[in-house]
């Protein structure tokens, strides 16, 4: 199946600070890719949808000047979160699709735990 | 509005079957997925289904009735690593996925 990667697994950092997260489709073309957050005990919720070279879209509730997302190939987006607050700290995953080979489904990273001090 | 529903909790015997039912109201359907999710972990994909009937993948199988908007997944031999939270999702006619809220299964000895 279709491999997708993250990197950093975790990371920890101080309030105020901003920490990027990529997400890598390894052995395909992700013509579209998913963030999404998990707080503990809690489902996952949807961040934003990126296209490869077009602006991503935000859902509701999602402030797209924090959680900056860039899709500029067609492997690998990155989210970054900028001036990160202990309210942060959660688990991101991203997951790609190649809906041009017809793939509805949704391959996952593996997370990235991150924790805001 | 759009809606998936799954029970939030669910406990069974090592051993034994389960089954996971999803409800769902959405605008258009393309398809239902099962993911697992461990703990800590991202979701995995269990299976797919797109028309009516049911799939069968070895220990597990799910079932979909379009014309009723409704699923189940079928864990059959219960192991104790089957402990998860299970998601069931539809893809919607604009073909994105809309996501339950998650099942969390706990097998007993």
């Known amino acids: 199946g279709a491999v997708v990667s993250q990197h950093p697994s975790w990371v920890i950092c101080k309030s105020g600070t901003s920490v990027k997260i990529e997400c890598r489709s390894l052995d395909f073309q992700a013509t579209t890719m998913f963030w999404y957050r998990q707080f503990p005990k809690q489902s996952l919720m949807l961040m934003a949808t990126s296209n490869e070279g077009s602006k991503a879209t935000y859902e509701q509730g999602v402030e797209k000047d924090k959680f900056l997302i860039n899709h500029a190939s067609l492997t690998l987006s990155t989210l970054t979160v900028t001036s990160a607050h202990p309210e942060d700290s959660s688990f991101y995953i991203c997951?790609?699709?190649?809906?041009?080979?017809?793939?509805?489904?949704?391959?996952f990273g593996p997370g990235t735990r991150l924790t805001v001090t | 509005g759009q809606n998936i529903d799954q029970p939030t909790e669910m406990t069974a015997t090592e051993g034994a079957i389960v089954q996971i039912n999803c409800t769902y109201q959405?605008?258009?359907?393309?398809?239902l997925f099962w993911y697992q999710q461990h703990a800590g972990e991202a979701p995995t994909f269990l299976s797919y289904n797109v028309l009516d009937g049911l799939e069968e993948k070895g220990r597990f199988s799910s079932f979909l009735s379009r014309s009723k908007g409704y699923s189940y997944l079928l864990l059959k031999e219960l192991q104790m690593k089957d402990s998860a939270s299970y998601l069931c999702?539809?893809?919607?006619?604009?073909?994105?996925?809309?996501w339950g809220a998650g099942t969390k299964l706990i097998i007993k000895p």
């Open positions: 959405t605008s258009g359907f393309n398809g």
């Open positions: 997951s790609a699709r190649d809906l041009e080979a017809g793939e509805y489904e949704q391959y």
């Open positions: 999702a539809v893809v919607d006619s604009n073909y994105q996925l809309i």
